[in-house]
């Protein structure tokens, strides 16, 4: 996440999402109700926004960053590389991918102009987290989800806050915060760790690609021991 949002953030309107909120949830509800929010600045450049995805009877609820290029594009949250890479990771942990809800902490995909018309994916500030936190709560709320994996310092710190660091807490069962996100529903348990994204930039690829999957496993140990 990037600092000095206070500097850039002037004159920038930042409701936050909560009067998008539909009354009554649903899954189209929730759908149209991301597309029109305007909650922040982060709509004007995106394509689409990008609600959360899946069955609304999964145990596990997982949460990314933020839409990439691909996502925004398609309107569906992890269909590019990185969700690509998840899928993989949690095939070889043995969780069935379709039986997860996906998401993200922030659902419209914030960018830079790169050359030649390529956007340049631009991390979400910790204002644009908070302001989108009210879909997540949302969300939770429509799949009552058993646990919730958490994809990287973004979602880690949606939930925890600034504070929660991945590498310090990753791959073990963490209780919902009492003092992080406050959300009507509340999981089991939380599982952090590395973000996808960070696995297909790695140098050390197969081993961060090794040590995601030893963590999803923990989560796949902690569903079936219902
Ligand atoms: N990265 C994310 O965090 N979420 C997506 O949906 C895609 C890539
Ligand atoms: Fe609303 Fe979240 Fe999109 Fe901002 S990023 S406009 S809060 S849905």
New binding site residues.
């Given amino acids: 996440m990037a600092g000095s949002d206070s500097a850039r953030g002037e004159g920038i309107e930042r409701p936050?999402?909560q009067q998008?909120i539909p009354e009554t949830l649903t899954k189209s509800s929730l759908s149209a109700g991301?597309q029109a929010?305007?909650?922040?600045e982060?709509?004007r450049d995106a394509t689409h926004?990008v609600p959360g995805q899946g069955r609304l009877d999964a145990s596990v609820m997982v949460v990314g960053e933020q839409p990439g290029d691909q996502e925004d594009r398609q309107g569906k949250p992890f269909v590019g590389p990185a969700g690509k890479l998840l899928v993989r990771a949690l095939e070889d942990a043995d969780i069935d991918a379709r039986l997860v809800f996906r998401t993200n902490a922030?659902?419209?995909f914030r960018w830079d102009p790169g050359r030649a018309g390529k956007r340049i994916h631009k991390g979400p500030s910790r204002v644009?987290v908070a302001?989108?936190t009210p879909?997540l709560l949302a969300e939770l709320d429509l799949v009552r989800p058993e646990g919730v994996l958490l994809l990287g310092a973004t979602a880690g710190a949606a939930v925890f806050g600034s504070s929660f660091r991945v590498g310090a807490s990753r791959g073990r069962a963490l209780d919902w915060p009492a003092d992080g996100v406050r959300s009507s529903w509340t999981p089991s348990w939380a599982v952090a760790t590395a973000h996808p994204s960070a696995v297909l930039r790695s140098r050390q690829r197969e081993q961060d690609y090794a040590a995601l999957v030893a963590d999803l496993e923990v989560v796949a140990g902690l569903v079936s021991a219902r």
Avoid: N, S
Avoid at 37 to 40: K, P, V
């Fill in positions: 936050g999402a998008w991301v929010c305007r909650g922040c982060l709509y926004g922030v659902k419209h644009h302001a989108c879909w």
